[in-house]
């Protein structure tokens, strides 16, 4: 079983509808949560960082941590084409340097 | 500089032959990741450097594959005697401190091919 659990996708919505991305994980440990989103040919950005639990929001996207869960999500409000791209996540625990990803959730946002 | 920047982007080579990737991370960073990202695949981890030491090789596939780093700053990752298999991204991050609890930046990798 891998540490990190991400749907490959393609996910496939509408624009203007509201995206849920998620990661599940199996390290109790991870403190720190982060998303990407990586365009075609490009590097990964860094969307949104977390420690612990609970949401942070930011603009149209709000990353949610449920620590009893295992499971964290990105939720992206008001799709746009322009959010066509992967989004990966990344945990880390303290006291590493090790930062361990998902695989990456491939998002189609239709016009 | 003002991101995680590597050259070249793309570097198209025979087998056989030898590469040099190049990575310049963010001013100040002192923690550095090399990565290769295959296609439709997530990322593999290859090294970590804490300032010019490289306390973790472990991600390394080959003796073929070789990284270092100078003044705590630029990092070079050095593919040997090439193989079709190499073709990949190869991406690169920094950090504030491997153990800074602050996350990666990448830059746009490199992208390898190799004939």
């Known amino acids: 079983q891998k540490e990190v659990e991400q749907d490959p996708g393609p996910l496939s919505v509408p624009e203007g509808a509201i995206v849920s991305l998620n990661c599940t994980y199996s390290n109790s440990a991870f403190q720190y949560f982060m998303w990407y989103r990586q365009y075609s040919r490009k590097g990964p950005e860094l969307l949104m960082y977390t420690y612990s639990s609970g949401n942070k929001e930011d603009g149209r996207f709000t990353a949610q941590v449920d620590k009893s869960s295992k499971y964290i999500s990105l939720f992206i409000r008001d799709s746009q084409p322009s959010d066509s791209a992967t989004y990966l996540c990344?945990?880390?625990?303290?006291?590493?340097?090790?930062?361990?990803f998902g695989t990456g959730t491939r998002l189609k946002v239709l016009a | 500089g003002a991101g995680v920047s590597q050259s070249p982007s793309n570097k198209v080579t025979e087998k056989g032959k030898d590469v040099e990737l190049r990575c310049d991370p963010i001013?100040?960073?002192?923690?550095l990741y090399w990565y290769r990202q295959s296609l439709g695949q997530g990322l593999e981890f290859l090294i970590y450097f804490q300032g010019n030491s490289a306390p973790d090789k472990s991600g390394l596939p080959s003796d073929r594959f070789s990284a270092e780093r100078t003044g705590g700053s630029v990092s070079t990752l050095t593919i040997q005697r090439t193989q079709q298999e190499d073709s990949a991204v190869y991406l690169c991050?920094?950090?504030?401190?491997?153990?800074?609890?602050?996350?990666?930046?990448f830059g746009d990798g490199t992208r390898l091919s190799i004939l």
């Open positions: 991050a920094s950090t504030t401190g491997g153990y800074s609890n602050q996350p990666q930046h």
């Open positions: 990344a945990m880390k625990t303290s006291g590493t340097y090790k930062y361990i």
């Open positions: 001013s100040g960073h002192t923690a």
